[in-house]
Structure formats: C-alpha cells, structure tokens
C-alpha cells in the first residue's frame, strides 16, 4: 500500500518540508543551500544507507537510498556526491558532514591522490578511489564550502541525517531477504 504524503508539510521551528523537486525548482542564482549528509552501516561491511537533508530559507528536503553490501566510509561518501550532484551550479553549497573521512578527503587528501596517480601516503592504492573519482567530477564548477560536525551531539539536522541513513539500511536489508 501507498501512502501519499503533502507536498508541504510543516516540521517545525517554521520549517517547511517539500519535494526534492519543488526544493530545487526554488533555488536562484547565488541562493545558499545548507546540506547534512550522514552514511551508515550494519557490519562493516554489510548493509548501510544514506542520508541527506537540504535545507534553505523555511525549506526543507531529505534524500536517502542504501546499497546491500557496503562499508560506512563508502555511505558517507555516496551521501556527499547524491548531494552535490542533485543541485544546480548557480547555488553555493555549503556541506556538514560528521564524517572525518570525508571532510579530510576532499580538503586535506585529494589534491595529493591525484598528483601520485591515486597512491595513498601508506604507498597503496587509495580505498574508494571510484568514489573519489566520482566526486571530485560531480563537484566542478561547483561553489562548495566544507565544514565538519560532531555526530551525535545534538545538531539537529545531521541527527535527521543519521535517522535517514538507518532507516535507508532496513530497505537494504529487505532487499536480501
């Protein structure tokens, strides 16, 4: 059975949760977009998911999706990327992520990975390199501003971030049964 929901739904402190649709179609050039992403996993590896909000003005969207067999640096990674590559060019995005690894890839790590051909400092192959990959191509032309949280500390929209990501390993979890 389907339920169908409102595409407004008010979620407090004046906050107004819609579509990820009507959330894009109400973004203008230079509009700032706040984006929480969280990952996570049962085992690791095992069955994880993804979860993003979008926030802007009084609106809110959320996104999540989940993969049957994966690791939770690999969740993390596939929020952040489903999160850039969903919104237009013309916004600046500002991304909150709990995820260390994360945070240190894109800001600390990357530029390194790729002037040693994908080489980690260890002298192996960078893990998730695919991922990496994808999200450095998913991030150019892209006004993107970095910022870590800590999770679990009462920040309420990577806590609703950390809610999609769970809920998103139950979906996976019915997929192997």
Not at 84 to 97: E, G
Not at 133 to 139: G, T
Not at 160 to 175: G, N, Q
Request: glycine share 8%; hydrophobic share 35%.
């Amino acid at each position: 059975m389907r339920t169908h929901r409102p595409s407004k739904e008010k979620v407090g402190n004046n906050v107004t949760q819609v579509e990820i649709d009507e959330f894009i179609d109400s973004l203008k050039d230079g509009d700032e977009v706040l984006v929480y992403t969280d990952g996570a996993c049962s085992g690791n590896p095992g069955p994880g998911g993804w979860g993003i909000v979008f926030l802007h003005g009084i609106l809110k969207a959320t996104r999540s999706g989940h993969a049957v067999e994966t690791t939770n640096n690999r969740m993390e990674l596939i929020a952040t990327i489903e999160a850039i590559k969903i919104l237009p060019a013309k916004v600046k995005i500002s991304i909150y992520t709990d995820s260390s690894y994360v945070q240190n890839g894109i800001t600390k790590w990357m530029n390194k990975w790729q002037l040693t051909n994908w080489i980690s400092s260890a002298g192996t192959p960078v893990k998730n390199q695919d991922l990496w990959r994808l999200l450095l191509e998913v991030s150019d032309g892209k006004d993107l501003t970095w910022f870590l949280v800590k999770g679990h500390s009462g920040n309420t929209y990577n806590e609703d971030a950390d809610v999609l990501a769970k809920s998103a390993i139950v979906s996976s979890i019915m997929h192997l049964k």
